[in-house]
């Protein structure tokens, strides 16, 4: 069973930073792959950035220059670091897992940027 636990959400000023953090417990593969996205009010979940097993990235052309994701040595925890935010990165911020398919999701952690 995965378990994803996202935190680091908050209220920030547009220019600011948030650091969000994906915990993960369950069967970690090498087919694995962890991401972040996102949900504004009255919009679709949109894909913010992934990462694979063996650290190949991808992020949305909207965040790629000013969020980063990494994760952890042991590949159980995620991370977001965004900068440079806008009030347009308002949104529930979810943490997922993907294998072969098949996705997990966290709960959520809201980011609102003040203008």
């Known amino acids: 069973q995965v378990k994803l636990v996202e935190s680091g959400g908050g209220l920030v000023q547009a220019g600011g930073s948030l650091r969000l953090s994906c915990a993960a417990s369950?069967?970690?593969?090498?087919?694995?792959?962890m991401g972040w996205y996102r949900q504004a009010p009255g919009k679709l979940r949109e894909l913010v950035c992934t990462?694979?097993?063996?650290?190949?990235?991808y992020c949305a052309d909207s965040v790629k220059d000013r969020f980063t994701i990494s994760r952890d040595s042991a590949k159980s925890t995620v991370y977001l670091q965004m900068n440079s935010l806008k009030p347009e990165d308002t949104a529930v911020y979810y943490c997922?897992?993907?294998?072969?398919?098949?996705?997990?999701w966290g709960r959520g952690t809201q980011v609102t940027v003040s203008s």
């Open positions: 990462i694979t097993f063996i650290g190949n990235i």
């Open positions: 369950g069967t970690i593969t090498s087919r694995n792959v």
């Open positions: 997922s897992q993907s294998t072969d398919g098949d996705f997990y």
